[in-house]
Protein backbone atom coordinates (compact mmCIF):
# COMPACT_ATOMS: atom_id res chain seq x y z
CA UNK A 1 0.00 0.00 0.00
CA UNK A 2 1.26 3.59 -0.63
CA UNK A 3 2.60 5.52 1.84
CA UNK A 4 0.03 8.31 3.19
CA UNK A 5 2.92 10.89 4.33
CA UNK A 6 5.89 11.47 2.32
CA UNK A 7 9.21 13.58 4.30
CA UNK A 8 10.74 15.72 2.03
CA UNK A 9 14.37 16.83 2.35
CA UNK A 10 15.07 19.84 0.39
CA UNK A 11 19.02 20.81 0.73
CA UNK A 12 20.72 24.02 1.09
CA UNK A 13 22.05 26.12 -0.84
CA UNK A 14 25.43 25.45 -0.38
CA UNK A 15 26.69 22.27 0.26
CA UNK A 16 28.06 23.10 3.53
CA UNK A 17 29.59 19.80 4.79
CA UNK A 18 27.68 19.62 7.85
CA UNK A 19 24.28 20.22 6.63
CA UNK A 20 24.28 17.97 3.36
CA UNK A 21 25.58 15.44 6.76
CA UNK A 22 22.41 16.33 8.74
CA UNK A 23 20.02 15.74 5.72
CA UNK A 24 21.73 12.08 5.29
CA UNK A 25 21.16 11.77 9.27
CA UNK A 26 17.38 12.74 9.22
CA UNK A 27 16.68 10.95 5.93
CA UNK A 28 18.52 8.04 6.89
CA UNK A 29 16.83 7.71 10.09
CA UNK A 30 13.52 8.48 8.79
CA UNK A 31 13.43 5.81 5.98
CA UNK A 32 13.69 3.29 8.98
CA UNK A 33 9.78 4.25 9.83
CA UNK A 34 7.67 2.30 8.09
CA UNK A 35 5.05 4.32 7.10
CA UNK A 36 6.85 7.15 5.99
CA UNK A 37 8.49 7.87 2.41
CA UNK A 38 11.52 10.01 2.32
CA UNK A 39 13.04 12.09 -0.74
CA UNK A 40 16.00 14.16 -0.82
CA UNK A 41 15.76 17.21 -3.15
CA UNK A 42 17.61 20.16 -4.06
CA UNK A 43 17.02 23.28 -2.64
CA UNK A 44 13.06 24.03 -3.13
CA UNK A 45 13.81 27.32 -4.13
CA UNK A 46 16.18 26.58 -6.96
CA UNK A 47 13.88 23.89 -8.93
CA UNK A 48 12.75 24.45 -12.21
CA UNK A 49 8.98 24.14 -12.48
CA UNK A 50 8.99 21.17 -15.22
CA UNK A 51 12.24 19.44 -13.71
CA UNK A 52 12.20 16.14 -12.32
CA UNK A 53 12.00 16.98 -8.86
CA UNK A 54 8.73 19.60 -9.41
CA UNK A 55 6.97 16.75 -11.55
CA UNK A 56 7.62 13.96 -8.71
CA UNK A 57 6.59 16.03 -5.89
CA UNK A 58 3.09 17.25 -8.00
CA UNK A 59 2.57 13.41 -7.73
CA UNK A 60 2.54 12.45 -4.51
CA UNK A 61 -0.11 11.42 -2.54
CA UNK A 62 -1.07 12.02 0.64
CA UNK A 63 -0.05 14.21 3.45
CA UNK A 64 3.60 15.67 3.59
CA UNK A 65 6.13 16.74 6.21
CA UNK A 66 8.53 19.11 4.45
CA UNK A 67 12.31 19.95 6.15
CA UNK A 68 14.18 22.70 4.42
CA UNK A 69 16.85 25.66 5.78
CA UNK A 70 13.43 28.05 4.75
CA UNK A 71 11.33 29.57 6.75
CA UNK A 72 8.36 27.32 6.75
CA UNK A 73 5.67 30.23 4.96
CA UNK A 74 8.85 30.81 2.43
CA UNK A 75 8.45 26.62 1.98
CA UNK A 76 4.65 26.22 1.66
CA UNK A 77 4.39 28.91 -0.52
CA UNK A 78 7.01 27.75 -2.90
CA UNK A 79 5.24 24.16 -3.36
CA UNK A 80 1.91 25.92 -3.60
CA UNK A 81 3.19 28.37 -6.89
CA UNK A 82 4.21 24.95 -8.07
CA UNK A 83 1.25 22.78 -8.00
CA UNK A 84 2.07 21.28 -4.49
CA UNK A 85 -0.85 22.26 -2.55
CA UNK A 86 -2.48 21.60 0.96
CA UNK A 87 -3.58 23.06 4.38
CA UNK A 88 -0.79 24.72 5.75
CA UNK A 89 -0.12 22.80 8.93
CA UNK A 90 2.50 23.84 12.47
CA UNK A 91 5.31 22.59 12.64
CA UNK A 92 6.95 23.30 16.71
CA UNK A 93 10.38 23.43 14.76
CA UNK A 94 10.99 27.08 15.09
CA UNK A 95 13.84 29.69 15.77
CA UNK A 96 13.78 31.57 18.56
CA UNK A 97 12.97 35.13 17.25
CA UNK A 98 10.13 33.55 15.35
CA UNK A 99 8.32 32.79 18.23
CA UNK A 100 8.84 36.57 19.22
CA UNK A 101 7.50 37.54 15.93
CA UNK A 102 4.59 35.12 16.17
CA UNK A 103 3.59 36.55 19.35
CA UNK A 104 3.70 39.97 18.14
CA UNK A 105 2.05 39.08 15.08
CA UNK A 106 -0.96 37.58 16.25
CA UNK A 107 -4.12 38.44 16.60
CA UNK A 108 -5.63 40.02 14.05
CA UNK A 109 -9.11 41.29 15.40
CA UNK A 110 -12.19 39.55 13.84
CA UNK A 111 -13.64 42.46 12.32
CA UNK A 112 -10.21 43.87 10.29
CA UNK A 113 -10.12 40.41 8.58
CA UNK A 114 -10.30 40.86 5.22
CA UNK A 115 -10.92 38.06 2.02
CA UNK A 116 -7.23 36.87 1.18
CA UNK A 117 -6.22 35.16 -1.96
CA UNK A 118 -6.10 31.64 -0.03
CA UNK A 119 -10.18 31.99 1.11
CA UNK A 120 -11.24 31.57 -2.32
CA UNK A 121 -9.58 28.33 -3.17
CA UNK A 122 -11.51 24.89 -2.53
CA UNK A 123 -10.20 23.37 0.82
CA UNK A 124 -7.19 21.17 0.45
CA UNK A 125 -7.56 17.55 1.16
CA UNK A 126 -4.10 17.23 2.77
CA UNK A 127 -1.60 18.55 5.22
CA UNK A 128 1.53 19.90 4.83
CA UNK A 129 3.81 20.56 7.86
CA UNK A 130 6.30 22.56 6.93
CA UNK A 131 9.94 22.94 9.88
CA UNK A 132 13.15 25.20 9.44
CA UNK A 133 15.71 22.62 9.78
CA UNK A 134 17.89 26.45 10.88
CA UNK A 135 16.01 25.69 14.47
CA UNK A 136 18.22 22.34 15.03
CA UNK A 137 21.66 21.49 15.37
CA UNK A 138 21.50 17.99 14.87
CA UNK A 139 18.91 15.53 13.40
CA UNK A 140 17.64 14.35 16.69
CA UNK A 141 14.53 16.84 17.37
CA UNK A 142 13.74 16.50 13.55
CA UNK A 143 13.45 12.98 14.00
CA UNK A 144 11.34 13.40 16.76
CA UNK A 145 9.20 15.99 15.35
CA UNK A 146 8.70 14.16 12.29
CA UNK A 147 7.04 11.02 14.76
CA UNK A 148 4.88 14.21 16.66
CA UNK A 149 3.47 14.89 13.31
CA UNK A 150 2.89 11.69 12.26
CA UNK A 151 1.05 11.18 15.43
CA UNK A 152 -0.76 14.57 14.76
CA UNK A 153 -2.05 13.22 11.39
CA UNK A 154 -3.36 9.88 13.07
CA UNK A 155 -0.94 7.51 12.08
CA UNK A 156 0.00 4.89 14.46
CA UNK A 157 3.16 6.19 16.00
CA UNK A 158 6.29 5.10 14.58
CA UNK A 159 9.59 3.21 16.00
CA UNK A 160 12.18 5.58 16.66
CA UNK A 161 15.00 2.64 16.10
CA UNK A 162 16.58 2.96 12.78
CA UNK A 163 15.91 -0.50 10.58
CA UNK A 164 17.22 -0.36 6.61
CA UNK A 165 16.13 -3.15 4.55
CA UNK A 166 14.25 -4.32 7.79
CA UNK A 167 10.98 -5.68 7.66
CA UNK A 168 8.57 -2.93 5.68
CA UNK A 169 11.48 -0.74 5.81
CA UNK A 170 12.28 1.44 3.21
CA UNK A 171 15.26 3.45 1.38
CA UNK A 172 15.09 6.65 1.08
CA UNK A 173 15.46 8.05 -2.20
CA UNK A 174 17.14 11.39 -3.30
CA UNK A 175 16.48 13.39 -6.54
CA UNK A 176 19.52 14.90 -8.43
CA UNK A 177 17.85 17.56 -10.73
CA UNK A 178 19.51 21.18 -12.39
CA UNK A 179 19.01 23.31 -9.49
CA UNK A 180 21.14 26.88 -10.15
CA UNK A 181 20.51 29.17 -7.78
CA UNK A 182 17.68 31.50 -8.31
CA UNK A 183 15.73 34.96 -7.35
CA UNK A 184 12.08 35.42 -7.84
CA UNK A 185 9.48 36.64 -5.50
CA UNK A 186 7.03 33.59 -3.88
CA UNK A 187 3.63 35.41 -2.80
CA UNK A 188 2.29 34.23 0.49
CA UNK A 189 -1.48 34.03 -0.73
CA UNK A 190 -2.37 33.22 2.90
CA UNK A 191 -1.77 37.15 2.85
CA UNK A 192 -2.03 38.28 -0.50
CA UNK A 193 -5.17 40.35 -1.08
CA UNK A 194 -4.72 40.55 -4.62
CA UNK A 195 -4.61 44.81 -4.56
CA UNK A 196 -2.14 44.51 -7.59
CA UNK A 197 0.58 46.99 -5.98
CA UNK A 198 3.20 44.82 -6.51
CA UNK A 199 2.32 44.36 -10.49
CA UNK A 200 2.09 48.61 -10.52
CA UNK A 201 5.58 48.99 -9.12
CA UNK A 202 7.61 46.21 -10.85
CA UNK A 203 9.03 47.50 -14.19
CA UNK A 204 10.47 44.33 -15.10
CA UNK A 205 7.19 42.23 -15.90
CA UNK A 206 7.54 39.82 -13.32
CA UNK A 207 4.59 40.02 -12.42
CA UNK A 208 0.73 39.14 -14.15
CA UNK A 209 -2.28 37.72 -14.01
CA UNK A 210 -4.14 34.17 -14.10
CA UNK A 211 -7.69 34.12 -15.88
CA UNK A 212 -9.65 34.65 -12.92
CA UNK A 213 -7.89 37.73 -12.77
CA UNK A 214 -5.78 36.94 -9.56
CA UNK A 215 -1.94 38.26 -9.28
CA UNK A 216 0.94 35.84 -10.27
CA UNK A 217 4.49 35.88 -10.50
CA UNK A 218 4.38 35.05 -14.33
CA UNK A 219 7.95 35.69 -15.43
CA UNK A 220 10.30 35.01 -11.85
CA UNK A 221 13.46 34.80 -14.65
CA UNK A 222 13.09 38.48 -15.21
CA UNK A 223 13.32 40.15 -11.46
CA UNK A 224 16.40 41.64 -10.88
CA UNK A 225 19.18 39.17 -8.73
CA UNK A 226 19.03 40.45 -5.23
CA UNK A 227 16.32 43.40 -5.33
CA UNK A 228 13.73 42.94 -2.92
CA UNK A 229 11.88 45.88 -3.74
CA UNK A 230 8.56 44.97 -4.33
CA UNK A 231 8.34 43.08 -0.99
CA UNK A 232 8.86 46.63 0.46
CA UNK A 233 5.94 47.93 -1.17
CA UNK A 234 3.33 45.11 -0.59
CA UNK A 235 0.94 46.48 2.18
CA UNK A 236 0.13 42.98 3.38
CA UNK A 237 3.70 41.41 3.58
CA UNK A 238 2.86 38.86 1.36
CA UNK A 239 5.73 38.81 -1.00
CA UNK A 240 8.82 36.77 -0.03
CA UNK A 241 12.49 36.62 -1.15
CA UNK A 242 13.10 33.46 0.32
CA UNK A 243 17.04 33.94 0.25
CA UNK A 244 17.13 37.54 1.50
CA UNK A 245 18.94 38.22 4.90
CA UNK A 246 16.32 40.15 6.28
CA UNK A 247 14.38 38.02 8.11
CA UNK A 248 10.45 39.34 7.42
CA UNK A 249 11.52 39.41 3.66
CA UNK A 250 12.55 36.02 3.71
CA UNK A 251 9.77 35.08 5.53
CA UNK A 252 9.55 34.98 8.89
CA UNK A 253 6.30 35.33 10.69
CA UNK A 254 4.46 38.82 10.79
CA UNK A 255 1.82 40.57 10.90
CA UNK A 256 -0.70 40.51 7.81
CA UNK A 257 -1.63 43.89 6.42
CA UNK A 258 0.90 46.01 9.03
CA UNK A 259 -1.98 46.37 11.41
CA UNK A 260 -0.48 46.24 14.22
CA UNK A 261 3.62 45.70 13.18
CA UNK A 262 5.22 49.31 11.98
CA UNK A 263 6.23 47.82 8.34
CA UNK A 264 9.15 50.48 7.60
CA UNK A 265 10.57 48.87 11.09
CA UNK A 266 9.98 45.28 9.31
CA UNK A 267 11.00 45.89 5.99
CA UNK A 268 12.89 49.33 5.78
CA UNK A 269 16.04 49.72 4.63
CA UNK A 270 19.35 49.74 5.98
CA UNK A 271 19.36 53.60 7.47
CA UNK A 272 16.80 53.57 10.58
CA UNK A 273 13.53 55.78 9.94
CA UNK A 274 14.39 55.83 6.32
CA UNK A 275 10.89 55.39 4.59
CA UNK A 276 10.51 51.61 3.17
CA UNK A 277 8.74 53.12 0.08
CA UNK A 278 11.60 55.45 -0.94
CA UNK A 279 13.65 52.71 -0.05
CA UNK A 280 11.64 50.05 -2.43
CA UNK A 281 11.81 53.17 -5.26
CA UNK A 282 15.65 53.45 -4.65
CA UNK A 283 16.30 49.91 -5.41
CA UNK A 284 14.21 49.84 -8.03
CA UNK A 285 16.22 52.35 -9.56
CA UNK A 286 19.14 50.94 -8.92
CA UNK A 287 18.30 47.97 -11.23
CA UNK A 288 16.83 49.92 -14.06
CA UNK A 289 20.38 51.79 -14.08
CA UNK A 290 22.14 48.35 -13.88
CA UNK A 291 19.56 47.49 -17.02
CA UNK A 292 20.99 50.35 -18.86
CA UNK A 293 16.98 52.16 -18.24
CA UNK A 294 16.09 55.64 -16.96
CA UNK A 295 15.50 55.72 -13.49
CA UNK A 296 12.22 56.70 -12.02
CA UNK A 297 11.62 57.85 -8.78
CA UNK A 298 9.00 57.84 -6.81
CA UNK A 299 7.37 59.13 -9.58
CA UNK A 300 5.93 55.61 -11.23
CA UNK A 301 2.79 53.56 -9.97
CA UNK A 302 3.76 51.45 -6.95
CA UNK A 303 5.42 53.90 -4.97
CA UNK A 304 2.89 55.30 -2.99
CA UNK A 305 1.06 54.78 -0.21
CA UNK A 306 -0.58 51.51 -0.18
CA UNK A 307 -4.72 51.54 -0.61
CA UNK A 308 -7.38 52.85 1.96
CA UNK A 309 -8.09 49.59 4.30
CA UNK A 310 -10.94 47.75 2.55
CA UNK A 311 -12.91 47.67 5.58
CA UNK A 312 -13.51 51.98 5.46
CA UNK A 313 -16.57 52.99 3.24
CA UNK A 314 -14.34 55.45 0.64
CA UNK A 315 -14.72 59.33 1.80
CA UNK A 316 -14.79 62.20 -1.04
CA UNK A 317 -11.02 62.38 -1.41
CA UNK A 318 -10.82 58.48 -2.34
CA UNK A 319 -13.37 58.55 -4.87
CA UNK A 320 -11.35 61.80 -5.98
CA UNK A 321 -8.14 59.69 -6.09
CA UNK A 322 -10.21 56.93 -7.75
CA UNK A 323 -11.12 58.82 -10.70
CA UNK A 324 -7.98 60.36 -11.23
CA UNK A 325 -6.33 56.55 -11.56
CA UNK A 326 -9.39 56.01 -13.96
CA UNK A 327 -8.61 59.00 -15.73
CA UNK A 328 -4.60 57.61 -15.79
S1 LIG B 1 1.04 43.85 -3.45
FE1 LIG B 1 0.97 42.10 -2.05
S2 LIG B 1 -1.21 41.92 -1.47
FE2 LIG B 1 -1.10 43.21 -3.29
S3 LIG B 1 -1.39 41.77 -5.02
FE3 LIG B 1 0.83 42.01 -4.73
S4 LIG B 1 1.34 40.32 -3.34
FE4 LIG B 1 -0.85 40.55 -3.23
S1 LIG C 1 12.21 42.58 -6.75
FE1 LIG C 1 12.35 44.22 -8.25
S2 LIG C 1 12.54 43.20 -10.23
FE2 LIG C 1 11.92 41.64 -8.77
S3 LIG C 1 9.71 41.52 -8.94
FE3 LIG C 1 10.13 42.99 -7.31
S4 LIG C 1 10.26 45.03 -8.22
FE4 LIG C 1 10.34 43.47 -9.88
Redesign the pocket.
Known sequence: MKPQITVIVSQGQSSHPAKRAMESEIAERLSGQHQLDVLVVPNLYDLRPDGATLNALRALPGHLIVLSWLYPRAAHWILDRNGVSGAMETSLLRLPTDEEETEEAEGEPEGDRVER?ADTRPSPSRSIYCADLRACESAEPVVDEVARIVGELGVPSVSATHTPGGNGAREWRQIDDEADRRWY?V???S?????????D?CLFGV?GVDGAET?LVEQPDNCRKGCPA?SR???????LFPQHKTPAIAGAPAAAGGFKIDLSRLFGGPSPGEDALAVAARERDEQLLAAGRQPVGTAVAGARPPKRPSDRAPDELDALVDALDEFD
Open positions: VPIDFRCTNCMECIFYICVCPENAI
